[in-house]
């Protein structure tokens, strides 16, 4: 079958996306990949037919940094992704036309092109790589990163609180959203329940062991558990001198403010017995660099891992997945988006620790590294877990029994 693919401009759900892509080429499906423009050419060298989305989607600016609160950063953020879909929209309706697709694969926060799937009647699937807004009375409502609460109480918490927090995002966006879903022949979407419910197949890059238990996942949730790929590349010479453990400090491969994390991180941790990495992936912002100290834009976190001792992060699903699944521990500072969301669920798991950007310094910063340092047994034996979990083929078993099924 032929498989188009697009993806949202950004490293972080590219990256994770490419496992899946050479699964369905080595099974001898035709795979026709829009992606970020700059790695276009990385693409075509592994043998992936790769296309540059629309450079005009970079134009519509990530703001969410700025919000006041974590709800008021989901809502910048959200506001973005519908500006976003009056672009990806009309170029994945030109896709298939150009194409001719047997099914679709669309990137979550890619909503113009998710309603053209939609509306196609072509076989579709929609790839999850952040934790799911899907509401549950079960867990908390999504964007705050309120902490999880067990039993009637957690339920009756949850269910008060989702019309001021999830709801209150509802409200701004599902105007304008519905506005050009319907120029896209798209059904109207009432709430987020409705959403991310609705796709035939959901392909969710996690595993449940990450998840806050739910009784009412929907069957056309994949979990594939973390799909976790670097471009390759040689392990620069200062690295293999290293012989303390790395602490991994990396910031988020889109721009949001966050050099904060980099700064306070070399301070709090200059007379610690360890290597610091650190990567600032959307771009180096000039830092005083302590002796035991890298920096650098770029370092595949896979060459780093296995040496590292603990990572800290500003919450990107990939980078702190990639991180526990390795068996390393994470600190997870959240800047905005859905990272406040990531770090409530590593915390929940036993898998790392949360500090609030609020309360980020270099000395709280030094003792939550120590902190999450001594959940490595717990870290590891997830890992392990992880190591079991089906990756990309069952992403590819679910894919082709959806087109079967047409």
């Not at 498989?3 to 949202?8: E, N, P, R, S």
């Not at 964007?143 to 999880?148: E, R, S, Y």
């Not at 007379?271 to 992936?281: L, N, Q």
């Not at 990531?342 to 980020?360: H, M, Q, S």
């Amino acid at each position: 079958m032929k498989v188009l693919v697009y993806t949202a401009p950004a490293k972080g759900h590219l990256f994770p996306t490419i496992p899946i892509v050479l699964e369905l080429q080595k099974r001898g499906h035709d795979v026709v990949l829009y992606a970020l423009g700059s790695e276009v050419e990385r693409l075509r060298g592994l043998g992936i037919t790769a296309h540059p989305v629309d450079p005009a989607l970079d134009d519509v600016k990530l703001l969410d940094y700025t919000g006041k609160n974590p709800l008021d950063s989901l809502k910048l953020g959200t506001k973005a992704f519908v500006e976003r879909g009056r672009i990806d929209g009309p170029e994945m309706r030109a896709a298939i036309d150009r194409e001719v697709p047997d099914l679709l694969i669309v990137d979550v926060l890619s909503w113009g092109a998710w309603a053209v799937a939609e509306a196609s009647g072509l076989p579709w699937a929609v790839l999850q790589h952040a934790p799911t807004p899907l509401p549950s009375a079960e867990v908390p409502p999504f964007g705050p990163g309120l902490k999880p609460m067990r039993g009637p109480l957690g339920r009756l918490r949850n269910r008060i609180l989702m019309p001021l927090t999830l709801g209150a995002v509802e409200r701004a966006i599902m105007g304008p959203l519905n506005e050009w879903r319907s120029s896209f022949d798209a059904p109207v979407i009432p709430d987020a329940k409705t959403m991310f419910s609705g796709p035939p197949l959901t392909l969710y890059l996690t595993t449940k062991a990450l998840e806050y238990p739910r009784t009412n996942w929907p069957e056309s949730f994949c979990f594939t558990g973390p799909l976790n790929w670097d471009p390759a590349m040689e392990a620069p010479a200062w690295l293999g001198e290293l012989n303390r453990p790395i602490a991994l400090v990396t910031s988020s491969s889109e721009f949001q403010d966050d050099g904060r994390l980099i700064t306070t991180a070399l301070a709090g941790l200059a007379g610690e017995d360890f290597d610091v990495v650190a990567t600032m992936p959307a771009g180096v912002e000039a830092q005083a660099i302590p002796a035991n100290a890298h920096l650098e834009e770029f370092v595949p976190h896979s060459l780093v891992l296995p040496k590292a001792a603990v990572a800290i992060t500003h919450g990107g699903f990939g980078a702190t997945q990639k991180a526990i699944s390795n068996g390393v521990p994470v600190v997870v500072v959240p800047f905005g988006r859905d990272q406040a969301e990531v770090g409530r669920r590593v915390e929940a798991a036993g898998l790392g620790v949360f500090l609030p950007l609020k309360r980020l310094t270099p000395e709280r910063l030094r003792a939550a590294v120590h902190e999450a340092t001594a959940l490595a047994p717990v870290v590891r034996a997830f890992a392990e877990r992880v190591r079991a979990e089906p990756g990309p083929s069952a992403a590819v078993d679910r894919l082709e029994a959806l087109e079967k099924a047409r």
